[in-house]
């Protein structure tokens, strides 16, 4: 059926010191769309160059990754909602693939599959942890993917439906398995994948990946939980 309506989209980027990266981040945002940048905390004039630049912001005083993007969910009011890293890593400009592909119904999750362009783009630290936690969300939920990236998209009011509640590193690997409980059709498409700018505040170092992996190893812990709707 054809549709009728525009799409509505916002896009959630959580906002920790990334002054540098802002200006390219955003002006590659699809026309049309919202961009919700969630200040979680900065020092850097972050939120001021944020909102000059046409973004909506919002403050998020509780540290943390998860924090940040559910504050930015629950500020959303589209139809879609996509979250994206906010370091010039990804192209937000790739996002209306995703969408499209939750729109057509063809999905209702779709991941990033991070593809490095050159060589230091994706540290070893960072893979390591990401290839081991793909393995274990395999044996968890019985999904293959390659990846757990932070570029994806899905229906507003069917995220909210799965009641996410990590508020650190594991709410991206939350959002995969309680979605996969609630019978979500899950895709990945590959996406580039460029040296961010500055320094991560989460995989910058083997002491931070592991602790990410231990916050997400927590997630995996979880019981199984049915909610949300997918389509």
Excluded at 12 to 26: F, K, N, S, T
Excluded at 193 to 220: C, I, N
């Amino acid at each position: 059926m054809r549709r009728v309506k525009p799409l509505t989209v916002d896009v959630v980027l959580p906002c920790l010191d990334e002054a540098e990266a802002l200006p390219w981040v955003l002006a590659r945002i699809p026309a049309g769309w919202r961009a919700i940048v969630v200040d979680n905390g900065s020092t850097d004039g972050s939120p001021a160059l944020a909102a000059g630049l046409g973004a909506t912001v919002v403050h998020e005083p509780r540290r943390g990754f998860g924090a940040a993007c559910h504050a930015g969910l629950r500020a959303s009011t589209a139809e879609f909602v996509c979250f994206c890293d906010c370091d010039a890593s990804l192209d937000p400009g790739l996002l209306p693939g995703l969408v499209d592909s939750v729109a057509d119904g063809s999905a209702d999750l779709v991941l990033g599959r991070r593809r490095p362009t050159e060589r230091g783009a994706w540290p070893a630290h960072a893979r390591a942890g990401n290839l081991a936690l793909s393995w274990l969300l395999r044996r968890r939920t019985g999904l293959r993917l390659g990846d757990l990236g932070p570029l994806r998209a899905a229906r507003r009011t069917a995220l909210l439906g799965l009641d996410l509640s990590d508020r650190r590193s594991g709410y991206p690997l939350q959002m995969v398995v309680r979605a996969a409980d609630a019978g979500w059709r899950v895709r990945e498409v590959d996406v580039p994948y460029l040296p961010r700018a500055g320094r991560s505040k989460v995989t910058g170092t083997w002491k931070g990946t592991w602790q990410a992996v231990h916050d997400m190893r927590r997630v995996l812990d979880e019981p199984a939980a049915v909610g949300g709707e997918g389509r």
